[in-house]
T-cell receptor, first 115, second 115 residues
Framework: AQKITQTQPGMFVQEKEAVTLDCTYDTSDQSYGLFWYKQPSSGEMIFLIYQGSYDEQNATEGRYSLNFQKARKSANLVISASQLGDSAMYFCAMREDFGNEKLTFGTGTRLTIIP | SQTIHQWPATLVQPVGSPLSLECTVEGTSNPNLYWYRQAAGRGLQLLFYSVGIGQISSEVPQNLSASRPQDRQFILSSKKLLLSDSGFYLC??????????????FGPGTRLTVL
């Protein structure tokens, strides 16, 4: 069964600093995808970045990058040069491939950027 | 570009009353559609998904049901609401191509309070 663990319920980071949000996962499949979403106070889930299990390079999208360590089953999100607008809940999620429609979410990390 | 709509945005209903939440997607055809529920301070739980008109898969047995009467319309219903049905309901869509890179995109959500 799929499982996502986010061990940081809350984080406070100074503006302009980099921040790493932790995510570990558990799956017996070899082919899967990992996703990060941002949920601001409005509630909408905003897709940030995707990493495939067979991707050789870590994914990057603007200020977001994913530190993917397959052997450790971790997929940490790195936000560089944090901004006040980055304050939100962040969720890590996983989908096993080949016909599996289920996206399994972690419990999230609440990130607060301090001016 | 694709957009996803949900209504109503907020809803307060008494216990035992019926429920109907609607989700529509624009700008794509034959999408995979999903209903999630998020309890306060928690991650997302997949309730139902649909890969085509009239095709509904349930992930969690509960007081709710889903229907897909049209290609880009997904409805979440209940005949009698329970207090435990309170939460934030999110609809999502994904391309039917089933590429492992296809992420799910979420609507703005409906906040349901059952009193």
């Amino acid at each position: 069964a799929q499982k996502i663990t986010q061990t940081q319920p809350g984080m406070f980071v100074q503006e302009k600093e980099a921040v790493t949000l932790d995510c570990t996962y558990d799956t017996s499949d070899q082919s899967y995808g990992l996703f990060w979403y941002k949920q601001p106070s409005s509630g909408e889930m905003i897709f940030l970045i995707y990493q495939g299990s067979y991707d050789e390079q870590n994914a990057t999208e603007g200020r977001y990058s994913l530190n993917f360590q397959k052997a450790r089953k971790s997929a940490n999100l790195v936000i560089s040069a944090s901004q006040l607008g980055d304050s939100a809940m962040y969720f890590c999620a996983m989908r096993e491939d080949f016909g599996n429609e289920k996206l399994t979410f972690g419990t999230g990390t609440r990130l607060t950027i301090i001016p | 570009s694709q957009t996803i709509h949900q209504w109503p945005a907020t809803l307060v209903q008494p216990v035992g009353s019926p429920l109907s939440l609607e989700c529509t997607v624009e700008g794509t055809s034959n999408p995979n559609l999903y209903w999630y529920r998020q309890a306060a301070g928690r991650g997302l739980q997949l309730l139902f998904y649909s890969v085509g008109i009239g095709q509904i898969s349930s992930e969690v047995p509960q007081n709710l049901s889903a229907s897909r009467p049209q290609d880009r319309q997904f409805i979440l219903s209940s005949k009698k609401l329970l207090l435990s049905d309170s939460g934030f309901y999110l609809c999502a869509w994904r391309s039917h191509r089933d590429s492992r890179r296809d992420t799910q995109y979420f609507g703005p959500g409906t906040r349901l309070t059952v009193l």
